[in-house]
């Protein structure tokens, strides 16, 4: 493996590449973007740029992809913005099977990463909202599973595994605080109504890092990877999160914990613009993120003792303190989005 993590061999790339007609190769450069484990190429031909992307061996299930490939032909359907499958010339494919890995072929997309703009953060809001009317209903032959961060089982046990790992040092009291925190809001959430809520596909992964920007608007969203049948709260609420999270570097330590407000209440503005939501499910959404902070950072640290390159327990520690900001303020947040919303 080169530097980095996995790449592509030039007889890999020369195999994978004659399976698709985009015209004489001028030049192929890698993209260091994303997963370590699937590496990525920019292909400029006499036809145009392309993004070449491999699957990490052995991760995907080939169903999960059919069903990402299906929402994301009819997005491009319906002009929202991702990118389009370059199909293979002998089976008109949108992805291609060589040797257990899987290769997909996408039109390069032009933008800019995301810079803190109050409009981006707007417009990612009301670009989640198309998102879920264009997908609202919609079935395909290839389904994903029907879970979420909500309530789950699975959060309990990798909280419960840390508070138990003796090679951490003490993670017991950040581990039982962040249960109990955890089962709290899902409980108000539950009390809210959530199994009653609409529900359809959802992004399960809406965060700027998976998002290029031109203007004031999204040019292309990527990673469909976590595509998944859930309410759709569950998306606005992880979306709000990522998009008004607060952080810095190096050590988590460090970080602040309170969320950046005015972000957070511009993507719920323009969620909102694009899509009704009931009163009960505004409510519901700091409780949400609580559930997905709290969700996200404990399936690797059970895993590894880590997340990314940070300490395990100094990381929980961090996200300890920012539930607990949310907590304190959720009839602020509440009382921002109703107001924004049920005008």
């Not at 039109?107 to 409009?119: L, S």
Request: hydrophobic residues 40%; proline residues 4%; contains cysteine.
């Amino acid at each position: 493996m080169s530097k980095g993590g996995a790449h592509f061999t030039a007889q890999e790339l020369a195999l994978v590449l004659s399976h698709y007609d985009i015209g004489i190769i001028q030049q192929i450069k890698p993209l260091v973007a994303g997963s370590r484990r699937a590496p990525k190429q920019i292909i400029v031909s006499d036809k145009g740029r392309y993004f070449l992307k491999r699957r990490a061996k052995g991760k995907e299930i080939r169903g999960r992809i059919e069903f990402a490939h299906a929402v994301q032909n009819l997005l491009y359907e319906k002009q929202f913005p991702v990118s389009k499958f370059i199909p293979t010339k002998d089976g008109n494919n949108t992805f291609l099977e060589i040797e257990g890995h899987i290769y997909e072929l996408f039109d390069f997309a032009a933008g800019i990463r995301f810079n803190g703009q109050p409009e981006l953060v707007e417009n990612a809001g009301l670009t989640l909202a198309q998102f879920h009317t264009f997908l609202k209903g919609r079935t395909f032959s290839s389904t994903s599973q029907r879970n979420s961060f909500h309530d789950s089982k699975s959060v309990r046990d990798h909280l419960k595994k840390i508070s138990h790992d003796h090679k951490q040092q003490n993670p017991e009291k950040t581990a039982s605080h962040l249960l109990t925190m955890y089962n709290q809001s899902s409980v108000n959430v539950n009390q809210f109504g959530f199994d009653f809520w609409p529900s359809g596909i959802v992004h399960g992964d809406w965060h700027p890092g998976n998002m290029l920007f031109s203007g004031s608007k999204i040019s292309a969203v990527f990673d469909f990877d976590s595509l998944n049948i859930a309410p759709f709260t569950t998306d606005i609420a992880n979306g709000a999160l990522q998009f008004s999270i607060t952080a810095g570097r190096p050590d988590p330590s460090d970080w602040p914990d309170y969320l950046d407000e005015a972000k957070f209440s511009a993507f719920i503005s323009g969620y909102c613009k694009g899509n009704a939501i009931t009163e009960n499910e505004l409510k519901s959404l700091p409780d949400l993120m609580i559930e997905t902070l709290i969700a996200e950072a404990v399936l690797p640290i059970a895993a590894t003792g880590n997340f990314s390159n940070f300490s395990g327990v100094d990381f929980l520690k961090m996200i300890h303190r920012k539930c607990q900001w949310i907590e304190n303020n959720k009839n602020s947040l509440i009382e921002q989005m109703l107001k924004g919303c049920l005008r």
